[in-house]
């Protein structure tokens, strides 16, 4: 959400802070309630790159509440904004450049330019937000109904619904009758297709139909309301139509990498935020009664602060965070032994889990990865044509894809596809973190730190690879494998900065290095050979250089 | 009005102010009870509307228990007011009904609203308004004894 930057709403202690990036720097001030930077630049600027003039900025706007929160800073000019190159990261309480905090390659500058919150960050990060960007100087008169997500986006204009019901009478009518009141729209009250697009205004890969279209969203704003049956001006990109769809070819003439970057090839969505693209191609939405809000809840119940944040991450309903997710309609596995006859796993396994299995962690965002909201099933086929790491092989990460393959097979009758060589004697999470492209590094990285893998798979195997991985080119790969590298025995308290110098990081890695050295037992080991290791541990050199040299290295953004 | 009358309506007031001060007192204990248990349904913001009317109902029915009591002393301290039947009845219906619309109001709330028995207060509220200006009224036409 955005919200109007103060010492109210800033994530952290602002006064005094010192940051410096590619000879700027920037001194964060507090003044009266009110956020300032000052910017000063210690060596000639960049054209290429978009920063701020030197001197004193306010910080007029915050977004982000959760994970990250990223400044505004006014421009002066009407009411453009520019961001402060820096963003905040809340859990870790530290100060990151905010091109850290994406998956950006390495020679991609700073991904913002000036004026991009209001071309485009408001749509979704403000209620009925209108950008009036003049198409003929740089000047932008950007108006919002409310910074953040307010009651209107998901249940309509509140104009009449606010005048009807000034009259006592006909509220009470409505309270003793249970008759939904007709002036305004409740998403619960919806069936599932629409309800789920109240979610899905935003958390879908979307575009504007035309060029009318999004003239009509700079000077009005979204026409779509809470419970019509499309976007109005816009249209949910569907990866399988691309080659039909005149508007998404032009979109990926102008960017080749457009869908790749954002959809897996057989057009299952990899970024997260976007849910509603997942969500429609699940079996169970077919059905018209499921949507968003059969899991999750837009108004917290409980009070206190520790039920509210519970809620607050996933904003999942209180009883949705187990099987009972699924159980609503497949009541059949609320049955233990059938559970367990499906699952092939103890029934409080992470394997009996239906999340686990059926919305794998396969979409990356925020610095880790998230549960795809497609439901699908485990597929080693799907992972060999695709590179989306299966179900199966993000909790064993010690298998290999054959050995998923034969497990199908075996349990749930799926034929067993031809499979590479490489496929059949190397664990395929080693293959993906290698091999893979950035995203792929990322979601492998992050299930190298996810207890349930390291339960079942060890982790005693796992620190040459995510130590490895520190040195990966992408900063968000490198932070997330330092992250769950920390989660592992002996490095706990590890310091690794993921932002520094290509010579720091070497520094940093060959410190890790030499801890791991100093932690690990003396007896040579007898790894198992999908693992690729030698005897004493380490990643088997030769292997490694052959599987780097078929690395995907297409930009990932 | 003959003094006996005069006694038995000093006495009838103090019985039902002190009484019912006890019994809104005892709410006002209750309520921070309900605070002190952190019971979400008197302090989740969705029961916001219930917590306002119970907290309407215990400030008002102490208020008036207070008023009945000082309307029984009035009575013993100017014997020469007129102090008809109906200012009485007014006075003690208009105790038990606005507060009590308030609490019944609070028992169940539909979002923002209180549930029918909220209709109590503004019955209560007039009937308290006759009696306070009746009083009032025959106060002033009192000579002092």
Sequence with gaps: MTQVAGTDTVATDF????????????????????????????????????????????????????????????????????????????????????????????AQGNFYAVGQWNRGCMDCHTTQGRPRVSNVSFQMDTQVNEFGISCAACHSEGTKHISKNQNPVRRYAHYLSGKPDDTIKNPKRLDGQKASLVCGQCHSIWNFSGITEKQEWNTKGSTYRAGDESLAQRYVVNPREAEKNPLVRNIIANDPHYLENRFWPDGMIRVTGREYNGVVDSPCYAGGEFSCLSCHTMHAKGHDRTEIRAWSDDQLKPEMRGNAACTQCHGQFENVAALQEHTRHQANSPGSSCYNCHMPYTTYGLLKAIRSHQVSNPSALESLQTGRPNACNLCHLDKTLASTADTLKQWYNQPVPTIPVDEKTIAASILWSIKGDAGQRALLAWSMGWKPAQEISGTEWTYPYLIRTMADPYEAVRFIAHRSLRSLSGFEDFDFDYTAEPSAIMDGINEAYLKWQSLKSDENTAFPAPLMLNSEGNIVNRELHRLLAQRNNRPVL | MPDKTLSSLTRRHLRFGWWSLFAFLTLGVVLEALHGLKLGWYLDVSNETRRLMFTLAHTHGTLFAIVNIIYGLTIRELSSLNARPYMSSCLIWGAMLLPGGFLLGGLVVYGGDPSLGILFVPVGAIVMLIATFSIAKAVNTTSRR
């Design chain 1, 15 to 106: 006064n005094g802070v010192e940051l410096s990036l590619n000879g700027s720097d920037y001194t964060l001030l507090e003044d009266e309630g009110r956020l300032f930077v000052e910017i000063s630049h210690t060596k000639p600027l960049d054209p290429e790159e978009p920063v701020a003039p030197a001197g004193r900025h306010e910080i007029v706007l915050t977004t982000g509440s959760h994970h990250l929160q990223f400044y505004w800073m006014a421009t002066m000019n009407t009411r453009v904004i520019d961001q402060l190159p820096f963003a905040y990261m809340i859990k870790e309480e530290r100060w990151t450049p905010m091109r850290a905090t994406f998956l950006l390659p390495p």
